[in-house]
């Protein structure tokens, strides 16, 4: 829902009408209320003896109540409109825990261009103008403007791959003769982030070209191992998330983003997909029913130490896998294979009571740190989702739900310790490309193998036989 009119310092999709290096002095922003001097009241209260009961009730009004710009709870901040919390941003962005919510989820009001533009210009107002020189009012002002960006490019490096923040960045620098060694630094550091995220984006990529069709029990026959390789890929295709990608496939749902800005998170769900097509092609490719049945049992394994090192992604692609119809059918396979690690994998990671399995496992892991973990995604994604939708909301008197916004941020700081967690495993080249550039089957292909393995029986299988193979012809 669009904030109503005044509540946002640029309309969605709007550019600032001048130079991002000469940024316009924003409108009046109403001043959050601040808790009371205990020296001005007891000045104040000596100028006016006259008044007692009045002094005393004064005396009682919490500080924190706030006002129409602004609410307080028992002295936490719970909504404001946006003017205000970016006035809260540049005047007290010493607190951690706001910043990192406010800039995340800011974004659903105010693009990040907008947002960087309407600080700067904000900070600038609030320039010393009884110095003498020039140089001592940017000092003024100009140092908290660079801490915020220290702490924006470390936090939400991916905002700067938009060219209309990086013009207003360049403002800053040109006039920062006094801080050029801290700008240099901030730079630098964004600027080899920007390059990793490039080069690994650029060799999935070049994966996508692959084809590779060497059998994995022929590389490596050892569950674990297999096991250890995932959880090598998973954790670096989780560290390249930015949790701004979650509000911002949001606001692509929602045909609010005119930038496309969420292709890691897009690549690591794709991955989840082409883990379990991968596993059910393998089993597929296996030419004699004990080589299926091996190959099933093996997956079957490295499901089960998955589970053991928390590499709950993997868990699931593989149990997915496994459970594909094409590969669920295979009788004569699954007749050769014994099922009970298999059920009690999916007793343990299965939807009932909304994963409720699952999130105990999760809790547990969670509550013993630091360790490794890797959660299952796509349910993560979902949760994320619902409390984004609660966050985009605003309320009845245009304020915007930062109680929300913090628990969000809660969720996806919790996201950045697990994928910033350092892995134990040492990657394997020969055996990480397999895996990432094996052969998959598409959905057809893996129905047709399924039904050569196993001719179809029942009418329904016979009929979708005659579909997949017109589809192939």
């Known amino acids: 829902m669009p904030p109503p009119g005044g509540q946002v310092l640029h309309e969605r999709g ?11 002095p924003p409108a009046p922003i109403a001043t959050a209320p601040l808790p009371a001097d205990p020296a001005l009241q007891k000045t104040a209260a000596e100028g006016n003896a006259s008044e007692p009961e009045k002094q005393e009730e004064e005396k009682k009004v919490d500080p924190c109540a706030g006002t129409s710009e602004v609410d307080y709870r028992e002295g936490r ?15 007290d962005s010493l607190d951690d825990s706001f910043f990192f919510a406010f800039i995340l989820c800011a974004r659903l009001f105010v ?9 700067i210009s904000l900070g600038e107002s609030l320039a010393d103008n009884t110095l003498p020189s020039n140089k001592e009012r940017l000092a003024s002002w100009l140092p908290r403007i660079i801490e915020l960006l220290r702490r924006w490019t470390q936090q939400f490096p991916y905002d700067f791959r938009d060219d209309r923040v990086m013009a207003y960045v360049r403002g800053v620098t040109h006039r920062c003769v006094l801080l050029e060694a801290d700008v240099s630094d901030i730079l630098q550091r964004l600027l080899d982030r920007l390059q990793r995220l490039e080069k690994h984006e650029e060799r999935l990529r070049r994966l996508a070209l692959e084809n ?7 590389v490596c026959g050892e569950s674990q191992v297999l096991a250890e390789q995932l959880t090598v890929l998973e954790m670096e295709r989780l560290s390249f998330i930015g949790s701004e990608e979650f509000v911002q496939a949001f606001l692509q749902d929602h045909q609010r983003l005119d930038t496309k800005c969420t292709n890691n998170l897009e690549n690591y769900v794709a991955w989840f997909d082409r883990l379990s097509y991968f596993v059910a092609t393998h089993i597929s490719q296996q030419t004699k029913s004990k080589g299926r049945a091996k190959a099933l049992h093996l997956w079957i394994e490295v499901a089960r130490h998955c589970l053991q090192i928390n590499n709950f992604n993997s868990l699931m692609a593989i149990l997915a896998g496994v459970n594909l119809p094409p590969i669920a059918r295979l009788k004569k396979t699954w007749s050769r294979v014994d099922r009970q690690e298999l059920v009690i994998l999916e007793a343990a990671m299965g939807p009932s009571s909304q994963f409720s399995g699952y999130r105990s496992l999760l809790q547990d892991a969670v509550q013993s740190p630091p360790q490794l973990l890797v959660p299952f995604f796509s349910l993560f994604v979902k949760d994320a989702y619902f409390l ?3 966050c985009s909301q605003q309320l009845p008197n245009g304020h915007i739900r930062f109680e929300s916004f913090e628990k969000l941020s809660n969720q996806l700081l919790q996201f950045t310790r697990w994928k910033t ?9 020969s055996l990480a490309f397999l895996m990432e550039a094996g052969c998959v089957f598409s959905e057809t292909e893996l129905y047709l193998a399924s039904f050569e393995i196993e001719p179809p029986e029942i009418e329904h299988e016979i009929e979708s036989y005659k579909i997949y193979k017109s589809r192939m012809s």
């Not at 709007?14 to 316009?24: A, F, H, M, N, W």
């Not at 693009?111 to 600080?119: I, T």
């Open 421 to 429: 967690t350092e892995c134990p495993y040492h990657r394997i080249d």
């Open 212 to 218: 590779v069709t060497v059998d994995v029990l022929e």
């Open 111 to 119: 693009k990040p261009h907008d947002l960087l533009g309407d600080v």
């Open 388 to 390: 984004i939708e609660e």
């Open 14 to 24: 709007s550019s600032p009408e001048v130079s991002p290096t000469e940024p316009e």
């Open 77 to 91: 901040l719970v909504s404001g409109t946006v003017q205000v919390l970016v006035q809260l941003l540049v005047e």
